[in-house]
Antibody
């Protein structure tokens, strides 16, 4: 079956960067675009951006432009999301989602001094 | 950005009774390809969102048929014909007709 397994929780200091991975299995990696969505504590869902696993093309929400980078490794069917210049407001659970159909379990990123 | 507005923001339902959630988008979700890109998700406590309905009315794999979606243009509705205890959580609508994709605020469903 389709599985998206994300990397573990992270604690970062303000100004640092974090890189979250999402390893996929159970389907053809290039079949679905991969999305990243985040959820701050007690808040709703916020779409961050999308990557085409085939060609690597990306599109980011304007809010994250310049701070987010999404990449993929086709040899391991894994996508990555790196967020830089972290601030406390970036504390959230970050989800990868394949085609907005299948979702990873989420990765908690805590930004605290 | 397309604003997605859900109503109500919370509802309390007796098991076996129906429930309905409305979602209005700031502009039409009808794409030039003829499809309408509205989605519905349920996020159960402590879990990632799970897809219920895509393209207005298509139930995703494994979703019980008590869930149904309808609507067109800018107005969409999720209906649960008979609420069960396992349906508790927060329901979100989402649009994917235009970047950036956007979600509604969420509707919290609890059981009476």
């Amino acid at each position: 079956q389709v599985q998206l397994v994300q990397s573990g929780a992270e604690v970062k200091k303000p100004g640092a960067s974090v890189k979250v991975s999402c390893k996929t299995s159970g389907y053809t990696f290039t079949s679905y675009y991969m999305h990243w969505v985040r959820q701050a504590p007690g808040q709703g869902l916020e779409w961050m951006g999308i990557i085409n696993p085939s060609g690597g093309g990306t599109s980011y929400a304007q809010k994250f432009q310049g701070r987010v980078t999404m990449t993929r490794d086709t040899s391991t069917s894994t996508v990555y999301m790196e967020l830089s210049s972290l601030r406390s407001e970036d504390t959230a659970v970050y989800y990868c989602s394949s085609g907005l159909r299948y979702w990873g379990q989420g990765t908690l990123v805590t930004v605290s001094s | 950005d397309i604003v997605m507005t859900q109503t109500p923001l919370s509802l309390s339902v007796t098991p076996g009774q129906p429930a309905s959630i409305s979602c209005k988008s700031g502009q039409s979700l009808l794409h030039s390809d003829g499809k309408t890109y509205s989605f519905w998700y349920l996020q159960k406590p402590g879990q990632p969102p799970q897809l219920l309905i895509y393209e207005v009315s298509n139930r995703f794999s494994g979703v019980p048929d008590r869930f149904s979606g309808s609507g067109s243009g800018t107005d969409f509705t999720l209906k649960i014909s008979r609420v069960e205890a396992e349906d508790v959580g927060v329901y979100y609508c989402m649009q994917s007709v235009q970047l950036p994709y956007t979600f509604g605020q969420g509707t919290k469903l609890e059981i009476k």
